[in-house]
C-alpha cells in the first residue's frame, strides 16, 4: 500500500492508496467510533455499497447509511438538512463517524455537514473519481452552493484519513 502523511494545521492524517482499499475500510476506523455513517449516492452506491458495507461489519458497530440525489445540483443546504435529520433520527452521537463515498460532490457536502454536526465530528474521504481522488478529498475544504453561487458556504475541516482505491475508477464513463 501507499501512504501519504498530510500534515494540516490541526493535526496529521493518511492518504492510503491501493487496488483494494474498498474492502478493508474497517482499519480505518478508530477504536472509539459509536457508528458509522456512509454517505454516497444510488449510482456508487449500487456500485461499491455491498464491498464497503461488508467490510465495515466487521468493526461490529452500528452502520446507517444515506443516499442523496446525483448531481452538483444537489449540492446545497437542503442536502445538507436531510443528512442533518438523518443523523439526529438515528442519534448519532460526537463519536460517529461519516464515510463520504463518492466524488467531489459526495466528499464536499459530507465534510460540510460532518464540519457542523454537534460542531464537528469525524469523517473519511473514499474518494471514486479522478478529481476526488487527486484534489477534491484532500486539503480539507468543503461546502456547498447557494443560489448565488458555488462553493459559497463551506468550512476548511480534514477528514481523518483518504482511502482510496484505485480499482473503483474502472466504472468511470469516461466517454
Ligand atoms: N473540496 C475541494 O478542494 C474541491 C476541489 C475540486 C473540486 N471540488 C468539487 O468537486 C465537485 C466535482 O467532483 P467530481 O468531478 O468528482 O463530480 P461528481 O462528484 O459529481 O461525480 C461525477 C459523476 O460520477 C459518478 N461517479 C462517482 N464515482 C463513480 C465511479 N467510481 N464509477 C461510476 N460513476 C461514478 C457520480 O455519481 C456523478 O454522477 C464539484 O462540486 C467541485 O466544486 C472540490
Known sequence: MNII??????GTYQININSSRLDHLHTAIPEDTTSIVIISNN???????TRAKFALSKTGLPQYEIEIPDGEMHKNLNTVKQIFDYLLQKRVDRKGVLIAMGGGVIGDITGFAASTYLRGIRFIQVPTTLLSQVDSSVGGKTGVNHEMGKNMIGTFYQPISVEIDINVLDTLDFS
Open 43 to 49: 449510482k456508487i452506491n449500487n456500485l461499491y455499497g
Open 5 to 10: 502523511n498530510v500534515k494540516a494545521s490541526s
